[in-house]
């Protein structure tokens, strides 16, 4: 069994709030905001990867699918350099090293209700209880109260200069009290404050949106939005090019010449994707044969096959996108050398809704086998096999990660990721080291420093072979002819806005 972690004392730069730099930014959308033209605007169908996993609850995975579709908004968003800009929160400042006050704009919640002090209160106050917690206060705790009647003090159980980033995670999207039922029962179906209003889920297949027409920013050019989840990437595909969508994300690779580059969009990330290895149970439990297969493994390959070079060979937790990444890399410290696996027998597993990833499993398998591993390769839609995967269920796990969609900030994945009491801890680590080398870049002070602290962690985590970085992605989304203002960012969090229209 792990040893739970000590709370761990989250001491951030005020400085990182303009970081980090990214190479790719956000495609730029046409000019013109949410009125004028297009107020009777046709409807949008979209195609998305990720059906639901958790009944659209904003806590988990489904939180990104409601911000990328216009549904939900937190205190702050992103821009396209990782910087913090109010989203319903018009300004904030920092009362003192534990405490910040964010003064709200006008804006209403879309069952009609004001969005006032007490009900954002109210909702980030839910956040900070939901099981697991969200990825964005994975080691923060904090409290928010109402002051007077336009702001909202949230206080931190440690000192926390970037907390205006960490608010601007989907997961803690801002909702109106009709939304929160018993326990962590969340619904988010005419309760968010976004453009586009979500009136009907129909389970794991489609979900219809209306505009919101007294969203704060302006009434969105679309009418509405039509989205279907459609897991199966060529099927994607083929609805663009047949003019079933007008949007379809994560075009697969191998579809990616069957789009005419006027509907094709490719786009740098920060999204990697790793082989996990269960190090609390079954083989990689032993650091030697989790050497083994991470010696195994043939990134290029990967990159120039499975990918047809639309990624890059995997170089860390951080790839090309994280521009300051490359020249502060370290080597990984502490490695074991590699066992002889004499056929040991693991299970593979990954998901299929990014469709290169069963093919990278398979590719993946064939490399285990050859240097010695007896592989069984298992392959889910991901809401079927996210329980699993995180319990720990498999010995090996195949998945794409956003290392910077949380927060924004570089540090927020390696808690969550690779740290004891990590909410979306795959490979079940808990090293001590590892440990330490996190804390210490949390705590670090100066911008500089601190990314040279998140590089010496990221070379401890490398050093256990807990994770091995196979590829950085580029995504490929699906826009139809006469569609304009896609939102496309590294982040992944946004896809419709008030601008985007057909």
Not at 66 to 92: I, K, Y
Request: charged share 20%; hydrophobic share 40%; with cysteine.
């Amino acid at each position: 069994m792990r040893s739970a972690s000590s709370s761990r004392r989250v001491r951030l730069l005020a400085g990182l709030l303009t970081v980090p730099l990214l190479a790719g930014c956000f495609a730029s959308p046409d000019s013109g905001g949410g009125s004028g033209a297009g107020q009777s605007g046709a409807r949008l169908r979209v195609a998305l990867a990720f059906p639901p996993a958790e009944n659209l609850s904003p806590y988990g995975a489904d939180a990104t699918i409601l911000s990328r579709l216009g549904v939900t908004e937190g205190l702050t968003a992103l821009d396209a350099n990782g910087a913090a800009v109010p989203a319903l929160a018009a300004s904030w400042q920092r009362a003192n090293d534990r405490t910040w006050v964010f003064t709200l704009r006008e804006a209403r919640f879309q069952d009609g209700t004001d969005v006032s002090p007490a009900a954002v209160a109210a909702s980030l106050t839910r956040a900070t209880e939901a099981k697991p917690a969200p990825a964005a206060l994975s080691g923060v705790t904090l409290t928010a109260e109402a002051v007077g009647s336009r702001a909202v003090r949230i206080t931190t159980g440690a000192p926390d200069p970037v907390l205006p980033l960490r608010l601007a995670g989907p997961s803690l999207a801002v909702l109106s009290p009709q939304a929160y039922g018993e326990k962590d029962r969340v619904d988010p179906v005419g309760t968010a404050t976004g453009p586009f209003e979500l009136t009907k889920v129909n389970g794991s297949s489609s979900a219809t949106l209306a505009r919101f027409d007294d969203y704060w920013g302006g009434r969105a050019q679309a009418s509405g939005v039509d989205a279907r989840f459609i897991a199966d990437g060529t099927a994607r595909a083929a609805a663009l090019r047949t003019g079933q969508v007008d949007l379809a994300e994560a075009i697969p690779v191998a579809q990616a010449a069957s789009l005419t580059p006027d509907i094709r969009r490719e786009t740098a990330t920060t999204r990697t994707t790793s082989l996990l290895l269960n190090t609390e149970k079954g083989p990689f439990e032993d650091a030697a044969l989790r050497a083994a297969a991470r010696a195994a493994v043939d990134t290029a390959a990967l990159a120039d096959g499975v990918y047809e070079g639309h990624a890059d060979p995997g170089a860390g937790i951080y790839g090309p996108a994280v521009t300051w990444a490359e020249g502060k890399r370290r080597q990984p410290v502490g490695r074991a050398g590699a066992a002889d696996p004499e056929g040991t027998s693991i299970t593979l597993a990954t998901y299929d809704n990014r469709p290169e990833l069963p093919e990278a499993a398979q590719v993946l398998k064939q490399q285990l086998e050859q240097a010695g591993f007896t592989v069984r390769l298992e392959v889910r839609e991901y809401s079927r096999l996210e329980s699993d995967a995180l319990a720990g269920k498999f010995d090996a796990f195949v998945g794409a990660r956003n290392s910077l969609v949380d927060t924004g900030d570089p540090v927020a994945v390696l808690a969550s990721d690779h740290t004891c009491d990590g909410g979306y801890n795959l490979a079940l680590l808990c090293d001590k080291a590892v440990e330490r080398a996190v804390e210490r870049a949390e705590a670090v002070a100066d911008p500089a420093a601190r990314q040279d602290a998140v590089m010496a962690a990221e070379a401890r985590i490398l050093g256990t072979d807990a994770v091995v970085p196979l590829v950085h992605q580029r995504v490929i989304t699906g826009v139809g002819k006469g569609v304009r203002g896609v939102l496309l960012d590294p982040y992944e969090r946004t896809l419709v806005g008030t601008g985007t229209r057909r």
